[in-house]
């Protein structure tokens, strides 16, 4: 195998990792407000598993950035997850900051948001460089 099949195959497998990693946080994020939710209106003790289940995706984002830098995907996306990384960040500063946390549900509406931007515009990508490969063969 060349050099350069290698390459491209890192780059293949990088692409689609961000995408799965991608809608991976969507899911995570639509489960941690559902976890939020049960705690708001059934029982107090899910608030426990709810600052518990972040520490399972909260560092998807950071790994989606280095999926997008070994992937060559665009600027746009790498910032994006750097974004998500930031945002994450910010939820662990408003549920502590006194102050602060009547903002904890717009930042993870926001997150929520942009991971589902991220994702959809990451499958397009992809799934348009896989119709170009097969073009092109």
Same mark, same amino acid.
Do not use: D
């Given at each position: 195998?060349?050099?350069?099949?290698?390459?491209?195959?890192?780059?293949? !497998?990088?692409?689609?990792? =961000? &995408?799965?990693?991608?809608?991976? /946080?969507?899911?995570?994020?639509?489960?941690?407000?559902? %976890?939020?939710?049960?705690?708001?209106?059934?029982?107090?003790?899910?608030? !426990?598993?709810h600052?518990? =289940? &972040?520490?399972?995706?909260?560092? /998807?984002?950071?790994?989606?950035?280095?999926?997008?830098? %070994?992937?060559?995907?665009?600027?746009?996306?790498?910032?994006?997850?750097?974004?998500?990384?930031?945002?994450?960040?910010?939820?662990?500063?408003t549920?502590?900051l006194?102050?602060?946390?009547?903002?904890?549900?717009?930042?993870?509406?926001?997150?929520?948001?942009?991971?589902?931007?991220?994702?959809?515009?990451?499958?397009?990508?992809?799934?348009?460089?896989?119709?170009?490969?097969?073009?092109?063969?």
């Amino acid at each position: 195998m060349t050099s350069e099949n290698k390459a491209g195959g890192r780059v293949r !497998f990088s692409c689609i990792a =961000f &995408v799965c990693l991608a809608w991976g /946080l969507v899911a995570c994020v639509a489960i941690q407000t559902f %976890i939020a939710g049960l705690a708001v209106f059934t029982n107090p003790i899910h608030w !426990f598993r709810h600052t518990v =289940f &972040v520490h399972i995706f909260e560092y /998807l984002p950071l790994f989606m950035l280095l999926f997008a830098w %070994i992937g060559k995907l665009p600027a746009r996306m790498r910032w994006e997850s750097g974004g998500l990384l930031l945002l994450i960040f910010s939820q662990y500063m408003t549920a502590n900051l006194p102050g602060a946390g009547a903002m904890h549900p717009v930042v993870a509406l926001i997150m929520f948001w942009l991971s589902i931007a991220v994702a959809k515009r990451s499958t397009r990508f992809i799934r348009r460089a896989a119709g170009s490969e097969r073009n092109r063969a």
